[in-house]
């Protein structure tokens, strides 16, 4: 099971999980064809096998970590803005990044997401409920 899921307290639901875009794994394949980006692209996939990204009816979560285990969490209420980065690419291919910032805390930066529009709508809709 995973950690979301693990860390659910009473009457708290996911709302919606990213995930890693496509390209993320091309670029990681591609540079694993050379013996110099095998060094780059073992870690990438390693990140991307371990990473959790959640919105929760009670809070935003991103865990991450292989052998180790660090979480990034802000109850929903403190979500102040969610800022949305997409290139030219990102928006035709649909991938992007978000910034969360939070009331008096720091902004938490979320590596590249497939659809991160969806995302903050899902952070828009568990602010409402």
């Not at 064809?33 to 990140?47: D, E, F, S």
């Not at 052998?67 to 990034?72: D, E, I, N």
């Amino acid at each position: 099971m995973s950690y979301i899921q693990d860390s659910l307290g009473a009457n708290e639901r996911v709302v919606k999980e990213a995930s890693f875009h496509w390209s993320y794994t091309l670029g990681a394949v591609l540079l694993a064809l050379t013996v110099i980006g095998l060094v780059v692209a073992i870690p990438m996939l390693i990140r991307k096998a371990t990473t959790e990204i959640g919105i929760t009816t009670h809070r935003f979560i991103m865990k991450t970590g292989l052998f180790s285990l660090h979480t990034q969490e802000m109850a929903i209420h403190n979500i102040e803005g969610v800022k949305v980065d997409q290139g030219l690419f990102g928006r035709i291919l649909g991938f992007g990044r978000l910034r969360i910032e939070g009331t008096g805390v720091d902004a938490i930066e979320l590596p590249t997401i497939a659809d991160p529009v969806a995302f903050r709508a899902a952070i828009e809709t568990a602010k409402g409920e």
